[in-house]
């Protein structure tokens, strides 16, 4: 059986009879940023995970086409980000599954791994959540995992969007996070203007991208 990360692999086996939670944190994560880091930290405690696991894309469907660093160097960011959170690790599956990459599949591939034990929790930007009827197999997604959509203030869904997936039968939970106004693509050009990152991202994955020369084209 494939290793699905290294400090959680064995989630679940100690304690058959106890219920364990486990956040799933997928991207692409190019780079992974401040943002990434404090909605996962918050979901975890909001709703007692026992750990979080970030799992960046290798071929996402949305971004065919459109310019991607490269997947061993996402997946390098996201270690360096997580190292000092010990409730945090990286999952390489969906980088080395061949083929698009879809969450419906990384949710098998996660309950085939773990034991009944071991229940999954999705999280995901409200954006996200609003279009998740139209992912690859939706449907087995409402059956695999609870799904955590991250609102923060001034961005939230509204009742009409909450009772179309209650309609659908998603499991869903809301957590208004704090506002932390960066995404990947400011970053990604900010340092192409030539702009400091610093402090928007950990200081490991911040001297990794001036070491390698990331974004600067």
């Known amino acids: 059986m494939a290793v699905i ?49 970030f799992i960046p894309t290798g071929m996402q469907p949305f971004k065919q086409g459109k310019r991607v660093t490269d997947a061993a160097m996402r997946l390098e960011m996201v ?11 990286v999952s390489p599956i969906e980088i ?10 990384t949710l098998r591939q996660l309950h085939e791994h773990y034991p009944s034990n071991v229940e999954l929790y999705f999280i995901t930007g409200a954006d996200a959540m609003l279009s998740i009827a139209k ?38 939970s809301y957590l208004e996070t704090t506002a932390l106004s960066i995404s990947s693509s400011m970053m990604r050009d900010w340092v192409r203007e030539g702009k400091s990152i610093r402090y928007l991202t950990s200081l490991a994955v911040h001297d990794y991208i001036l070491a390698k020369g990331l974004y600067k084209d």
Not at 96 to 105: A, C, I, K, P, S
Not at 139 to 145: F, G, H, N, P, Y
Request: some cysteine; overall charge negative.
């Open 96 to 105: 080395e599954r061949e083929g698009l990459t879809y969450t419906v599949d």
């Open 5 to 53: 990360c290294e400090r959680f692999d064995d989630l679940g086996l100690e304690d058959p009879g106890k219920e364990v939670r486990l956040g799933i944190m997928g991207g692409t994560f190019d780079p992974i940023h401040m943002g990434h880091l404090a909605c996962a930290e918050q979901a975890r405690v909001a709703f007692a995970l026992d750990a979080v696991i």
């Open 135 to 172: 992912w690859h197999d939706s449907a087995a997604i409402a059956d695999l995992a609870h799904l955590i959509a991250v609102t923060r203030p001034g961005y939230e869904m509204t009742d009409e969007a909450k009772a179309e997936l209650d309609a659908a039968n998603f499991d869903v």
């Open 79 to 89: 270690k360096l980000a997580c190292a000092t959170n010990p409730c945090f690790d």
